[in-house]
């Protein structure tokens, strides 16, 4: 068994920074060049005091930017076309590979089954349907003289099996600092050739298991990078638009399913009695908070004031408006469409920092203060738009499963004002 020990504390800080945000400098994520590996988190993080929480926290970072950045399903790169990363390199890959082997332990192929026509095996209908033409008897009836079946193909899973086994083996030869407690056994197959491309496209045109056909595509890709991409070369792992990022985070931690009815929306009447709709506006994320306390409209800045506490890296009036505007239009539908009366709406921002640094606490939501309009009286709950800084670290790291009493923290920092 072979294992891979990662950096220590201080060697793996060095190669980290925190962006600031300022225009040429935006990128947020991993690289690689003939210099070494450099990591860049988003703006308000804070470093951990260990090695392992660090690689913890990357590999956090990198999950989100999959998850939700505007190219997430391609991230690697060596040349960069607008602000995303586009010409594909196996970087990505590498973590697709190990990511699944980390969640399920198995590799490809103890789950390959091929399809095949003939009478001995599992038949598969809908294939079935599709492929074989019927016979049709004298009473009407369909007669399939032969079946689409599902049998295991015992030779072409030995070399799927190695095939993964070579390319995760690749994967934790260049990112494995990341994942410094998986273990493998030592990989059957040293190189690959053309021979190997060939059976995992045959795989690929088998298989209709998202799961599987990811894997499929990972491995391909690593195949095909197998001569040509050296980890040490110029590559990108992470995007120049990390505030889509922040805004998934945001959604994905408090917002409903079903935010499209509080889109406002507005519509022409032109002389021929036509009504032509227009585009919609839509509120990054609804919240929740009870049917007797109504909802927070949240809309995610990924803005820089809590580096530099200048006013101007705060929200405009535009930005203000149209808080204003999503909630009017809430408090005209939620008594309509969800029956709620007593039901309060608020409004908020919610911005990026480092929490232990400006309140010297563990909290992990801080209000910083709140924006009014000139035009509204402000007796209205939504017409007061709150300031919320939210943990960048904590965000990170718990955007998936934010906990009771953190949600309750984020509740109470802006109704309680």
């Given amino acids: 068994m072979t294992t891979k020990d990662g950096p220590e504390l201080g060697s793996l800080r ?25 990591v860049t988190f988003p703006l308000g993080y804070r470093f951990p005091l260990s090695a392992e929480e660090l690689r913890s926290d990357i590999r956090a970072l990198l999950s989100a930017i999959r998850r939700f950045g505007p190219d997430s399903k391609d991230l690697g790169s060596l040349t960069q076309r607008g ?42 209908w809908r294939k079935t349907i599709l492929s074989v033409k019927p016979l049709v008897s004298n009473q009407g009836r369909f007669i399939y003289p032969s079946f689409s079946v599902r049998r295991r193909n015992n030779q072409l899973d030995s070399a799927l099996e190695q095939i993964h086994e070579y390319c995760l083996h690749r994967a934790l030869a260049a990112i494995g600092w990341l994942y410094p407690n998986v273990l493998l056994h030592p990989a059957r197959l040293q190189s690959v050739s053309s021979l190997h491309e060939r059976l995992v496209v045959t795989a690929l045109s088998q298989t209709f298991n998202d799961r ?43 917002g409903i399913p079903s ?23 839509q509120p990054d994320t609804v919240m929740d908070i009870g049917r007797d306390r109504g909802i927070i409209i949240l809309d995610a800045k990924y803005y820089r004031y809590c580096s530099t506490s200048n006013p101007r890296d705060l929200p405009g009036t535009e930005s203000i408006a149209k808080q204003i505007v999503y909630g009017d239009y809430a408090s005209n539908i939620i008594p309509k469409m969800r029956g709620w009366t007593g039901s309060t709406i608020f409004n908020a921002f919610v911005l990026p920092g480092d929490l232990v640094e400006m309140t010297s606490s563990d909290r992990s939501f801080y209000r910083l203060g709140a924006a009014y309009s000139d035009w509204s009286d402000h007796e209205k709950p939504w017409h007061t738009i709150h300031a919320v800084i939210a943990d960048t670290r904590f965000m990170l790291r718990s955007f998936s499963n934010v906990p009771a009493v953190a949600r309750r923290q984020l509740i109470s920092s802006i109704s309680e004002h």
């Fill in 14 to 38: 060095s190669i980290c920074t925190v962006s600031d945000g300022l225009p040429g400098n935006r990128f947020v994520g991993i690289s690689g060049s003939n210099e070494g590996l450099s």
């Fill in 259 to 281: 935010r499209q009815e509080f889109f406002p929306g507005a519509r022409w009447s032109l002389f021929d009695d036509k009504y032509v709709e227009t585009a919609k506006l």
């Fill in 83 to 124: 602000d995303s990363y586009t010409e594909r390199t196996p970087v990505a890959d590498y973590f697709v590979l190990i990511d699944d082997f980390l969640r399920t332990g198995r590799l490809f192929s103890e789950e390959f089954i091929q399809s095949a026509v003939g009478h001995s095996g599992a038949i598969d």
């Fill in 212 to 254: 599987d056909r990811l894997l499929l595509v990972s491995m391909l890709n690593i195949i095909r990078h197998s001569g040509s991409f050296n980890i040490e070369r110029s590559w990108k792992l992470g995007t120049d638009r990390f505030e889509y990022v922040w805004e998934g985070m945001i959604d994905a931690a408090f």
